[in-house]
């Protein structure tokens, strides 16, 4: 069955330490996205990609940074630069129709 | 810019109809979505509209006017399983960004 897969489910590191989301899909999407998630908030863009070699910064940018060197992955790394980067971060993706947008499982991410 | 509202909570009771309504601006209106996202998990899709009109799928219908910047989310038979958020996204021409609302929180009360 096709669809997106975010690894790891939870994930927990040391304030300071840059740490990287992964995110497959075997959909066969043109574009690939990144949202974080804080509690009780709806769902704001980090950055997004077109196609492969491409990305643009959504609105939270600041923080993180993207790499889109494969059409299935789209890795997100926050950084140490990242000032609450505790929060709940979704991978999406979507067809060049952009039509129905699919998201991953999410990660959990905790830094303590 | 886009600009979408959505009221925040809202309570039924189980085997009611409700109605959750978004509003919205913006420019090259592209399509209209509703996602459901129980708590902690993925945002999973509920219903798409690019015309005007109603979308009837089972329990679900959603309803858009493009003049007015409006949709709705309508509910039928509420189930205590409906208890979650409901997002409200859209997509405009030219660009290949989704942007959400903030959701409605949806108590469903036995």
């Known amino acids: 069955d096709g669809g997106i897969t975010q690894s790891p489910k939870y994930l927990f590191r040391k304030e300071g330490q840059n740490v990287t989301l992964s995110c497959e899909q075997n959909l066969n999407h043109d574009a690939m996205y990144w949202y974080r998630q804080d509690p009780g908030q709806g769902l704001r863009l980090i950055y997004y990609s077109q196609i492969v070699n491409d990305f643009q910064k959504g609105d939270i940018a600041e923080g993180y940074s993207v790499s889109r060197e494969k059409k299935e992955s789209f890795p997100l790394t926050v950084t140490s630069a990242q000032k609450n980067p505790t929060a709940f971060y979704l991978c999406?993706?979507?067809?060049?129709?952009?039509?129905?947008?699919?998201f991953g499982q999410g990660t959990r991410l905790t830094v303590v | 810019g886009q600009n979408i509202d959505q009221p925040t909570e809202m309570t039924a009771t189980e085997g009611a109809i409700v109605q959750i309504n978004c509003t919205y601006q913006t420019s090259g209106f592209n399509g209209l979505f509703w996602y459901q996202q129980h708590a902690g998990e993925a945002p999973t899709f509920l219903s798409y509209n690019v015309l005007d009109g109603l979308e009837e799928k089972g329990r679900f219908s959603s309803f858009l006017s493009r003049s007015k910047g409006y949709s709705y989310l309508l509910l039928k038979e509420l189930q205590m399983k409906d208890s979650a958020s409901y997002l409200c996204a859209l997509t405009t021409s030219g660009t290949y960004k989704y942007i959400f609302g903030t959701g409605t929180r949806l108590k469903v009360l036995a």
């Open positions: 999406a993706s979507s067809g060049r129709d952009r039509g129905i947008i699919v």
